[in-house]
């Protein structure tokens, strides 16, 4: 069964539908080439008069206010993901309306995480029709499965609030699970037994949705501040018991990696990026959170420091190796949209050069610019990469929907985009002549960096120009590939069947490629 | 000759315009009976592929950023009033849009000042066709004598936000001058030579305009933090040698009044407010900037002191007592609108418990609610009131149009609104059996403190009972008119012809009364 009878071969040459869950959708046409026209979408026009005039919004239970704001079949539900694995919110909401009846939801999750396994059931039982946002875990297998009613929407943070801002997807209820609310609805992540840091994923939510309901365990009399969420937005707020898990939200175990193989692709990367003249007073990166990815950043600290130079600023996640760079006056800003540990956390709400950003301001595409496009260089993964630099990051080479594209598609617009990736995994090979999802486009992803050798992308002429005495393993991207094949033999494929079971948004909204259901 | 065919007579008995300046009106309904329908503005998506990707968005002058931005005939030009009379920029606008023969503009400031009267040239050549904001001064003037080519508007800081927000006002190209800007946009009040503190009466129009130029001459590197304004809204910056006069700016000169008049006002709302039980631990209050209303907040300071109490919060307009209250503990929180010194400036720079407000959160009718409704008491000034309690703040007793709403209309809705006025001015009663225009209903006026007596709104019987023992001169507002008519006689009326120069709009956009023009 396919579900198409429309699709299309857009400008990557992957096969996408031109229709999504009985919405149009516009084929992927190249790096800004789609150029958007009309209007973003417009809330409906409240009065004040119909709020309560002493600011008093707290509602006696969840139920209650979801049955306020008239919860009912076919809605779509935003919730965002700033507790990670420690949310204890999302699944509540669809408790209530399996007890309601209610049917055929939008799940619109910023992004969703194993902690959310137990909403298969009401994936299966018709509550929730299909999810738009991360398909992790069970919830990924699930999808690749072909066990979703709809087909699943993956977009980034960035085209998250893109899909809001224009429209694209009208949320009829967003929950916004705070850990500190005042009765108004000002809230924010920095304070309270849940803090996350910041809600800037909750943002376009909180501006767009026509209901808006804060779920708090810590409320607090007005004002709250920092007011991270405007209670100017918000209908409702209920006050739970408990809306987090501390531990599952701050890991507070993110370390640096200890694995030589690991450390070996850190110390590649910064040496690659000291040569090629990126590491400068004044430069700007985004590392990320992985054990790699700390190590470069600790790299990149002693470069800093033997120099006397200082990076301009660091975008965040944050976690306490970037913290102490702020604090020892390494950055002199992080620019952060998610905290990762408690010392993010601590940092976001004492220090003021640890500066609270949100997808509108760092990712969207469809704003006047957006921060992405400035820094100088940004490490990210990838499950695949092929031989044209087009990488994959949410399948896994057994075709299986594997995790989210978080920010990654956004971060692609740094100045250098650059993949530490082992070049192979499980004796599988990472570098393959065609991906198993294209979710970002090599003219994009500037350097391949593996313990084996580092592939410059041939579109970096400069880079190529200033690595070319280097004493770094510069080879092509197909002579890695070849090495990773001697090694393991050429990959097999995963079994895939025609039906569409999820599509892959670019920054844009348009659709940059499918995944399609896994034949076990 | 009467520009209207079509007049009504509105919920408060006033003659007002169903149509004004070619596009319908709705007149005044009472407070809260106009539910608004329909979607807000809908902004045109845009595309980060049109902008550049280091971010650098600066135009090489002000004229050419105002070509790229298409200036022409007959478009909505906004400017904010942050630098109040020391403001450069506006008529460097209207200059350019002179020289190029540009016609018809609007012009929407947030407010005007004394130094905007060189715009009289260009209202009498058609340069500007109408104002939409306060005409003060020399503009009141102008447009009170029927010269101005289309119909004033006035609008409160609340009523402005609602007004572009609900797409009544469609700003085509929003001037945004600000202290301090990086080349994308990012901007702020806080630093610089211009420092103003915040730049709240701009949000709406970074938000909402078209096009947004911001004007600095502050340029710092990406990013500029705190980012009140934020690049993503922004089309170009310009950077000028000079965009304000710091010293008109910030005046540094607000003392505490030295009349025994006001004195003795300060003395009475202060006494008055604490046998009402209005001052408590944790109670909120907004006074302003007056000498009068300095008075009073030193007066409520001393008390706090006494009893070892707090405030939650003040509202600013702040000052050095304001700050001083922060500093000392007086008060939790400065939730500021605007900053009216340099102690203000340096506050909201560097105290995370001084609070930078907008419109949006603080006013704006047409949300989720607002704060003004929850500040337990707010001082507020006035031209003339009513036996009915109605009260003007925009006409004086000749008629002439004096000065803007400014946030007066939205702090009304405050728990108990206070005005400490002087019984008579000139010899001129303030106290009328009609006022010259009505600014705000008399429901939402609470009581009137006069030299000779205080008179509490007869539907307050909660607070004419805590006060039925006090020692405080407690009268009716008819016997305050009649001393005050004893003393001065019965005052003539200004002399009006019918034709309508300027509207008073209500806070949910409706039209609350009209300006008509003076025979002087």
């Not at 409702?236 to 501390?246: N, Q």
């Not at 965040?316 to 390494?330: A, F």
């Not at 640890?354 to 940004?378: E, I, L, M, Q």
């Not at 598609?409 to 198993?436: A, G, H």
Request: some cysteine.
């Amino acid at each position: 069964m396919n579900k198409y009878d429309k699709l299309v071969t857009n400008a990557l040459g992957r096969i996408v539908p031109t229709e999504i869950n009985g919405q149009p959708a516009i084929p992927y046409m190249g790096i800004g080439k789609y150029r958007p026209t009309g209007h973003k979408a417009a809330p409906l026009i409240v009065s004040s008069a119909d709020f309560p005039a002493d600011g008093n919004k707290v509602s006696a239970s969840l139920k209650e206010a979801l049955v306020k704001c008239g919860l009912k079949d076919g809605m779509t539900i935003s919730t965002h993901h700033h507790f990670r694995n420690g949310d204890l919110v999302a699944n509540q909401i669809f408790d209530i309306a399996h007890e309601m009846g209610v049917k055929d939801l939008l799940w619109f999750p910023s992004a969703s995480f194993p902690c959310h396994e137990p909403l298969i059931k009401y994936l299966e039982d018709g509550t929730i029709h299909h999810i738009e946002g991360s398909m992790n875990g069970a919830l990924g297998k699930f999808t690749s499965m072909g066990k979703m009613k709809g087909v699943g929407v993956l977009r980034s943070h960035g085209g998250r609030y893109q899909a809001v801002q224009d429209g694209e997807v009208h949320i009829d209820l967003a929950v916004i699970a705070a850990p500190t609310s005042d009765p108004f609805g000002n809230s924010n992540g920095v304070n309270g037994p849940a803090a996350c840091g910041l809600l800037g994923f909750a943002l376009a939510d909180s501006q767009y949705a026509d209901k808006v309901i804060v779920v708090t365990d810590n409320l607090v009399p007005f004002p709250c501040i920092p007011w991270q969420i405007h209670g100017n937005y918000v209908d409702h707020v209920v006050v739970l018991d408990k809306i987090g898990i501390p531990e599952k939200i701050v890991s507070g175990t993110t370390e640096v990696t200890k694995s030589p193989d690991r450390l070996l692709l850190a110390e590649m990367t910064a040496q690659f990026c000291d040569e090629a003249g990126i590491i400068r007073d004044g430069f700007s990166f985004q590392a990320g959170a992985g054990g790699t990815a700390l190590s470069i950043g600790i790299y990149f600290s002693e470069i800093l420091r033997n120099r006397g130079w200082k990076a301009r600023f660091a975008r965040g996640g944050s976690n306490k190796y970037l913290v102490q760079m702020l604090e020892e006056g390494l950055t002199e800003y992080i620019l952060d949209g998610q905290t990762f540990d408690l010392d993010g956390v601590r940092s976001m709400r004492d220090n003021p050069r640890h500066v609270n950003t949100s997808p509108f301001t760092s990712y969207n595409y469809h704003g006047k610019g957006n921060f992405a496009t400035f820094v100088d260089v940004v490490i990210l993964g990838a499950t695949e990469v092929d031989v044209n630099f087009n990488a994959n990051v949410v399948t896994h080479s057994d075709g299986l929907l594997l995790h989210g594209i978080g920010g990654w598609q956004n971060c692609l617009f740094s100045k250098c985009t650059i993949l530490p990736i082992p070049l192979f995994r499980d004796r599988m090979p990472v570098i393959l002549d065609e991906v198993t999802t294209v979710c970002g486009p090599g003219e994009l992803i500037d350097v391949i960096v593996t313990e084996r050798g580092i592939a410059i992308n041939p579109r970096r002429t400069d880079l190529i120009e200033k690595l070319k005495n280097s004493s770094l393993p510069v080879k092509s991207i197909q002579e890695l590939k070849t090495e990773a094949e001697k090694i393991c033999g050429k990959p097999e494929k995963p079994k895939f069947s025609d039906e569409i079971v999820a599509v892959i948004k670019w920054v844009d909204g348009t659709v940059i490629d499918s995944v399609r259901r896994v034949i076990l």
